[in-house]
């Protein structure tokens, strides 16, 4: 069962292997437990800042967590040309969540929709469809700066978790002891368990911490139970509830916005098969993309938001050592059992955001660690590589950090460059593009011009 294929890590369950049911069950709601409340905070925010009902606010809901399951079940297994065979965790991103709110208030939920119908698969189906083209020019250095990257620049929304939350900012308890401890708990226990023990304890170790989180929040009383008793058995999805509205600017931005979906899906998959200590293949970049940019354009018309890999799931794999895609395809079929019963997901949405947020600051921690492992194990860290990753992060950190700094943009260059992935990607491709190197899709070994670490070298034979 255990195995170490090339310079991955040792694996508990390799891509293909099915654990026992009992325990892939156990293992997929690992999955969705680390993922669920990050998910479903997109729609609840947006639905709050553009004004919506109750009703209209469940509903988007319960689309986003049946169509997260679906590209979860599609990635894991594949439809014809689309889906990876990878273990890709799909959900709603925080990518989109700026646009659509702003877009929303603006124009009306219509142009989001009929941004993400029109952008969707024409972007990302574009995008994968060429990818033998344009695969050169994502080596592992770009590929592994972009896995960095989207782990370092997620590691404020684990903290905010931890610390209470958006609840936590509304009632002014925001970093209080409280939500700190269970912060705190949650991540000792993950760790503890991981680290010192063995078998299904350490397997499970993520589950284990966040159901002692939510039974110590219980238990204090930080746990609203009244959202379950509101929330309906089961729902139907209706196609074409907000209609659609084909505004120029909002099909513009979202055309961006899925070009930065496309390249952390792009880093997500690196991830994931870093475990393996390779990098994906062609036909599994093009089955993701593919995954991404369908299922998007077919969700929006049933009403959910764009649907892409999920970064904190990618720590899961390296963290636990379970790479199996039946695991993952197990999450995929409860997403989308919470999507069509309400009521279900509703007890899952009571899980407190500190008890999330211990788990999730490990989650991004160990996604911007396999990054690192990605770019050591198949990059020669010289002068030229130090350079680019040292641009790439500086750019990318710095905009996460200090956004207001392209203030004096226009509002679609904001949009473009404010994303901190796009920013480092961007540095990446365009540095390693066009300065000769090894993983230069311009130069190749041989041609590439030498960088000489030793600027005064000794005088050789020849040398007069």
Sequence with gaps: MSNEPGDGIQLEYGLDEKPPLPKS?????????????????????????????????????????????????????????????????????????????????????????????????????????????????????????????????????GMDYAAGGTAAHEAGEFGALHHIGLAALVLAIAVGLNMLTRGITRLLSILVAITVGYVAAVAVGLVDFSPIGAAAWVAVPSPTRFGFEFEPIAILVFAFLFLVSAMETVGDMSGVTAAEGRNPDTREFRGALFTDGLLSSLGSVFATFPVTSFSQNVGIITFTGVMSRHVVGISGVILAVLGLSPKIGAVVTTIPSAVFGGATLLMVGMVAASGFRLIVL?????????????????????????????????????????????LTALSALVLNTFVPGEQSPLFDAEAATPVDDNPNPAPGPSDD
């Design 25 to 157: 069950i156990l293992l997929g709601l690992q999955h969705v437990a680390v993922m669920i409340v990050p998910a479903t905070a997109v729609a609840y925010i947006v639905a709050g800042s553009v004004g919506l009902s109750g009703a209209d606010t469940a509903y988007i809901v319960q689309m986003v967590l049946l169509f997260s399951g679906l590209a979860t079940i599609v990635q894991a297994y594949t439809v014809g040309p689309v889906g990876a065979k990878l273990p890709i965790v799909m959900g709603t991103s925080f990518t989109f969540l700026g646009a659509m709110t702003t877009i929303g208030a603006d124009f009306g939920m219509a142009a989001v929709f009929g941004a993400i119908l029109v952008t969707g698969f024409t972007v990302e189906g574009l995008i994968g469809w060429q990818f033998n083209r344009i695969k050169p020019f994502f080596p592992p250095l770009v590929t592994g700066l972009v896995v960095v990257i989207i782990g370092l620049y997620l590691i404020p929304t």
């Design 378 to 422: 198949h990059t020669e860290l010289d002068r030229r590589n130090m350079v680019i990753v040292a641009v790439s992060l500086g750019l990318g950190l710095g905009i996460a950090t200090t956004p207001e700094a392209i203030s004096g943009l226009p509002n679609a260059a904001q949009t473009f460059f404010g994303e901190p992935v796009i």
